[in-house]
Every structure is written in structure tokens, then in C-alpha cells.
């Protein structure tokens, strides 16, 4: 959960809506595959029959402390992109849709391609 307070009054997010609004920029941005699992947990949830829709939060953590905004990425990317350009799309628009969408300043976005797929 994250909280703002300003002069008008209390702002908070939960951490689904930005799981999910993180996770549909990603999928948007060409060359992205999938998003992975990012541990244990997410991966025997994806196994599970009952979790095969679609779904964006998968490979998002968002880590919330003093102001700053964290935000690490998993993903599996096409064959024959440039990983870096896919990258640095990748970063940029994370860091423009959390901002235009809830006014938070994104400080770091971490993005780790675990696979390269045909």
C-alpha cells in the first residue's frame, strides 16, 4: 500500500493497481514476450490450473519506502531484439505511465530478462 498525504487529504494506492498498471506497460512495449514468475510463490501459482488467464502482475515488485519508489521488473523477451533499446523503452515508459497515473516519482526501475524466446 501506498499512502501520500497532501494539504487536501490522504492518497492510497494498494499494491494491485500498481502491480497491474505496471505489468500492462510492460506487455505493451515491443519485443516483451511475457512477464515471469519472480519466485517460488508466483511460479506454483502460474502452475496452478485456475491461474491460466492472463495475468500483468506477474514479475512486478514494487517496493515503497521513504518516497521513493522502487520497481523490479522479470520478463522474457522475442529473439532478435536489441535488449538494451527493449530495456530503456521499457524503463521510460514504466517511469512515464506510474508518474502521469498517480503524480509518484519513479527513482528506479529494475528490469532483469530472465528469457530470450524464438
Given at each position: 500500500m501506498v499512502a501520500l498525504q497532501n494539504h487536501i487529504?490522504?492518497?492510497?494506492?494498494?499494491?494491485?493497481?500498481?502491480?497491474e498498471l505496471i505489468g500492462n506497460a510492460v506487455t505493451s512495449c515491443f519485443g516483451v514476450i511475457a512477464m515471469n514468475a519472480k519466485g517460488f510463490r508466483d511460479t506454483l501459482e502460474a502452475?496452478?490450473?485456475?491461474?491460466?488467464?492472463?495475468?500483468?502482475?506477474?514479475?512486478?515488485?514494487?517496493d515503497f519506502k521513504d518516497g521513493a519508489l522502487?520497481?523490479?521488473?522479470?520478463?522474457?523477451?522475442?529473439?532478435?531484439?536489441n535488449i538494451n533499446a527493449v530495456s530503456r523503452s521499457?524503463?521510460?515508459?514504466?517511469a512515464y505511465t506510474v508518474r502521469r497515473s498517480t503524480g509518484i516519482e519513479v527513482e528506479k526501475v529494475n528490469v532483469y530478462v530472465d528469457a530470450v524466446r524464438v
Open positions: 487529504g490522504k492518497i492510497s494506492f494498494s499494491s494491485n493497481y500498481f502491480t502452475a496452478l490450473p485456475h491461474r491460466k488467464r492472463k495475468n500483468f502482475a506477474r514479475g512486478v515488485k514494487v522502487t520497481i523490479d521488473l522479470h520478463i522474457s523477451l522475442m529473439y532478435g531484439v521499457i524503463i521510460n515508459k514504466v
